[in-house]
């Protein structure tokens, strides 16, 4: 008796994968087999070595950086980020969310919410700085909410108005700034052709914002950091004009000492009206 013969052509198939615009893989144009039984066995070899190889390809691809994955700086107004590295240990990626600043740039709002920040040997879990006192990150209304930090400090800038409620207890404050008439109350109107920063529900190192060049302020509607917690390094900002400083529910302490100050507003920064309702506790945030 005759045996059965097969004979069938296979169509080439086109996948589409991330950073390749069109990947082809062509298939054998014929497969003529001699014997039923040996279909399935051939089959069973082309489809797993086609999956194999699309696999490969799949996994040499890179993930692009989009915000807000943490180990990153984030040019604004980009959302797509570039990788950082540990100096000290430049094959460990850094788990520091950051975004760069330049000049003249204007923001509808930073919204940062239930973030818990922290690193061995770190100095700030959150940095806000401009870059002089002619180039600073000018701010409608900064809101610091449920929020945790070991020390707070602000230095060189400009503050219209504080408000620091009841809610909030530090391990020893100091309100030193300088009261002055002039201060502006910063105002910034429609959001409207600019971007933000949303992020929330994350575990990072620090969170860094700053400005990168000179030529001219940032621009910030509104800065809410809510349900912000760090157990080691401090929050420091510097060189910025803030029309509202809001602080509520916010606990700070490194020592569980009042007699030294944890929250501290320089002589360095001018107001013109402050609202000191701060709690002195022995608050030690570890």
């Known amino acids: 008796m005759a045996k059965n013969k097969w004979a069938f052509s296979l169509p080439g198939l086109g996948v589409r994968l991330p950073g390749i615009s069109k990947l082809r893989l062509p298939l054998p144009g014929g497969i003529y087999l001699g014997g039923g039984p040996l279909i399935a066995i051939s089959m069973s070899a082309v489809i797993l070595g086609f999956l194999a190889s699309l696999f490969l390809l799949m996994s040499k ?12 700086s984030y040019e604004a107004p980009s959302h797509i980020g570039q990788i950082m590295r540990d100096a000290e240990e430049p094959a460990v990626q ?18 940062l919410t239930n973030i818990s920040l922290g690193a061995g040997g770190i100095t700030d879990a959150f940095r ?17 909410r449920n929020s945790e930090f070991p020390t707070m400090d602000f230095a060189n800038g400009d503050i219209y108005s504080i408000v620091a409620t009841s809610s909030v207890a530090a391990a020893g404050h100091t309100f030193s700034p300088t009261m002055s008439s002039s201060t502006n109350d910063v105002a910034i109107g429609s959001g409207r052709g600019s971007t933000s ?18 030529g001219g302020d940032v621009l910030i509607g509104t800065l809410t950091l809510d349900g912000v917690k760090a157990w080691t390094g401090a929050f420091n900002a510097d060189y910025f004009e803030i029309g509202r400083l809001i602080l509520e529910n916010v606990r700070i302490g490194d020592d569980g000492d009042i007699n030294s100050a944890d929250l501290v ?22």
């Open 61 to 72: 691809g890179d993930q692009e950086i989009t915000w807000p994955m943490p180990g990153a």
């Open 94 to 111: 850094s788990q520091t969310l950051q975004i760069n600043l330049p000049s003249g740039l204007r923001l509808d709002e930073i919204t």
């Open 128 to 144: 806000l700085a401009g870059t002089s006192t002619a180039d600073r990150l000018t701010i409608d209304t900064l809101i610091i």
């Open 197 to 214: 920063y949303i992020a929330s529900d994350m575990v990072v190192d620090r969170i860094i914002v700053h400005q990168t060049t000179t």
């Open 265 to 286: 507003i320089n002589a360095s920064v001018s107001v013109n009206n402050v609202l000191d309702g701060v709690v002195e506790k022995p608050i030690f945030i570890r």
